[in-house]
């Protein structure tokens, strides 16, 4: 059978450098010009710079190996070669034949011609499309692909039981995984759930429509949720997703160093974090965290900071005042009187900073760190990579808890999508781990307005 050849985009190897052995025993294809530009990236001091210096250096070992030009022995069976530019083949006139997009596709048609069974690989739409318009088959790359968002763990699920099951778990507060079950679409019973370790769980009564309780999986059993009836900063949960919520971000760093938080804007995400945290610094008598780390990944300024000017926290101010806009909320909680005074209440906000109780930095700052007894609140984690929310949980030191907040639905970074993006990687690896609690918040739970309940439920 017909070997394949991928030729690869340089974005493809910005974003996953170890791609260049993903492909089996086939040829793996490198147009010269990938090389060009990832020659502009390698001083970046960004993960970008860092994935165009390992490409490099994982492509300079290989060249011990033979010659480029001819093609190299991979390990996996495959082989890897440069291809200069296919200057004589013929793309629609109307193209640019020098911009780098095309000269890769160029590359592609010209081995076409030549017979190979050519595949793209690019992350670029546009650029697949044009590939498919002169008969090339283009393809994304998905080596750190979650499934499609229906399918991406929620940390919930609604179960039925019967009412006398239901008043046994009020009662004695825990119940067994065999005595819930669930409803398919089509009404049919399903025994037998497989329920998940630390999955909150909305339990109906069977009998009566109106009897329900809120417990979570603990791995052997389900037990009812510990701080219902807590008030973190005078803050009450609305919904049963913010009493999930709550209880998530509740639980010591001891047992749930990780939470990660989904959903819609309007969910109170940063809110109740930034509430639980206040609380649990400057309210609880055993202070178990030293302050609150906030960080708000945004694609521009992880990767121009460096040339910015003035400190850090000038630098990144810009993009943190959504958490200014919570702490306006939290810090003076009487709705008639809050905004009298702009100066009043911004005096009590530069307090929080001032004092080092709430902390800011960039995501490029946390790389290398070990981060102690900190509440450290990652929000717009929808736009990290999976190298990036790897290294930020490998970053937790002893007694710190980490949230990554997000909306899938909400992604700003060119490479990353809905499959691809840091926070559902995260949440689909950490699936089941014991030290990991995880909520996903629906439309329907948004409280930030009337305005903003009907936009998200409409839009």
């Not at 990938?34 to 710079?49: A, I, M, P, W």
């Not at 010659?67 to 006139?93: A, Q």
């Not at 001032?354 to 700052?365: C, G, L």
Request: aromatic share 8%; glycine share 6%.
């Amino acid at each position: 059978m017909l070997k394949k050849t991928f030729v690869l985009d340089t974005n493809v190897l910005l974003q996953t450098p170890f791609a260049l052995f993903s492909f089996g025993d086939n040829a793996v294809v490198i147009p010269e010009v990938v090389l060009e530009e990832l020659d502009k990236f390698k001083k970046d001091n960004t993960e970008l710079g860092a994935n165009a210096r390992h490409v490099a250096r994982v492509i300079d070992g290989l060249r011990a190996r033979g010659s480029l030009n001819e093609g190299i022995e991979l390990e996996n069976g495959g082989t890897l070669r440069i291809e200069m530019n296919y200057n004589n083949v013929k793309l629609p006139e109307s193209w640019d034949a020098y911009s780098n997009d095309n000269r890769i596709l160029k590359v592609c048609k010209g081995l076409l011609e030549k017979g190979e069974r050519v595949f793209l690989v690019t992350k670029d739409i546009f650029e697949r499309i044009k590939a498919d318009i002169i008969g090339v088959i283009a393809q994304d790359f998905f080596a750190e692909q979650v499934p499609a968002i229906d399918e991406q763990y929620k940390g919930r699920i609604d179960v039925y039981t019967t009412e006398e099951k239901l008043k046994e778990f009020y009662s004695k507060g825990k119940l067994n995984a065999e005595d819930v079950f669930y409803y398919t679409s089509d009404l049919i019973r399903q025994d037998g759930i497989n329920l998940i370790t630390n999955q909150f769980l909305i339990i109906h009564s069977c009998n009566n429509d109106k009897q329900t309780a809120l417990g979570r999986f603990d791995g052997r059993e389900i037990v009812c949720l510990k701080f219902l009836q807590e008030r973190p900063f005078g803050i009450s949960p609305r919904n049963a997703g913010q009493k999930f919520m709550q209880e998530a971000l509740m639980t010591d760093a001891d047992k749930a160093p990780l939470v990660i938080i989904k959903g819609p804007a309007g969910t109170a995400k940063t809110f109740y974090s930034l509430a639980v945290g206040l609380h649990k610094i400057m309210v609880e008598q055993n202070k178990l965290y030293r302050k609150i780390l906030v960080c708000r990944p945004n694609v521009k300024l992880d990767e121009d900071i460096g040339f910015l000017p003035g400190t850090e926290q000038e630098k990144i101010a810009p993009f943190l005042r959504p958490v200014i806009d919570n702490l306006e909320v939290l810090i003076d909680n009487d709705e008639n009187e809050r905004y009298n005074s702009e100066k009043e209440l911004k005096d009590k906000v530069d307090e929080l900073f001032d004092r080092k109780i709430i902390n800011t930095e960039a995501i490029a700052f946390i790389r290398g760190r070990s981060i102690v007894r900190q509440w450290v609140i990652i929000d717009e984690a929808q736009n990290l990579t999976p190298k990036q929310v790897k290294g930020i949980i490998t970053r937790a030191g002893a007694g710190t808890k980490i949230i990554l907040l997000g909306d899938p639905e909400q992604i700003d970074h060119p490479f990353l999508d809905i499959r691809t993006n840091g926070l559902c990687y995260a949440s689909e690896k950490m699936k089941g781990s014991s030290l990991c609690y995880q909520i996903t918040l629906t439309d329907e739970e948004c409280e930030r307005s009337e305005l903003a309940y009907e936009g998200a439920k409409r839009m």
